[in-house]
């Protein structure tokens, strides 16, 4: 119980920290902030083993993008791309208990004035090939929309094989970009800190991607 309360937790944190991005900050002259989504983590690379229900988690990450006319079909596209990302979300799902919290936006009122939320709801599949079963759910505060219940912007199911990502359906209310899911499955906690390493193994990346020097020294700078 103790390893499941602390998984948890986690998951709360990253919920916070995803859903708390802003839109990526603009460089000195100007040009958009690039990031990369939807990679893959070949530490928790899964087999047609069986998941036991109890252990197993998932990791969801939602993120809005810049541009609309992805590739169709998508396939590893993202994997060597760079993309401009407006907000995000990460989170841990717990099976078939959904999970709430803001989306594009602060929990503040610093970072925007849109006040939306994500709700995610997952099954975990039987074994590991199988495709993990995603219920999403984008919403409108009742606040924003000057109505009494909150405007559901967004409302589908998915179902896709864990590290694949899915391009989701986007309403002009919603987003005149694209929506991104990526579910990762976990069997353990453990897995939860190799998708963390992965994360942090993506900056590195995207720094060869956009073919980034290292500054010069100072000998060389010498005339």
């Known amino acids: 119980m103790q390893r499941f309360a602390v998984l948890g937790g986690v998951g709360s944190l990253l919920a916070g920290l995803g859903a708390c991005q802003r839109e990526p900050a603009k460089s000195p002259a100007g040009a958009p902030r690039a990031a990369l989504v939807a990679q893959s983590c070949p530490e928790i690379a899964l087999g047609p083993e069986p998941i036991q229900a109890n252990n197993a988690r ?5 993120v809005e993008l810049d541009d609309q006319n992805l ?33 594009g936006q602060c929990v503040d009122a610093v970072c925007g004035d849109r006040q939306r939320s994500l709700t995610l709801a997952a099954r975990v599949p039987e074994r590991g090939s199988d495709p993990i079963q995603l219920a999403v759910r984008i919403e ?14 967004l409302e589908t199911t998915l179902s896709a094989p864990s590290q694949q990502p899915v391009v989701l359906p986007v309403s002009p209310a919603l987003s005149d970009g694209s929506v991104v899911v990526t579910a990762y499955l976990l069997r353990q906690l453990d897995d939860l800190h ?17 073919g980034a020097q290292p500054a010069p020294s100072v000998a060389a700078s010498k005339p």
């Open 58 to 62: 998932v990791f969801v990450e939602v």
């Open 71 to 103: 590739p169709h079909p998508l396939g590893n596209w993202l994997s060597e791309h760079p993309v401009t990302v407006r907000s995000s979300a990460n989170t841990v799902a717990f099976p078939n208990v959904p999970t709430s919290m803001p989306w």
């Open 140 to 153: 409108e505060s009742a606040d924003e929309a000057g109505a009494e219940s909150a405007k559901v912007l």
């Open 194 to 210: 190799r998708v963390l390493e992965c994360k942090v193994r993506e900056a590195k990346r995207l720094e060869q991607l956009q």
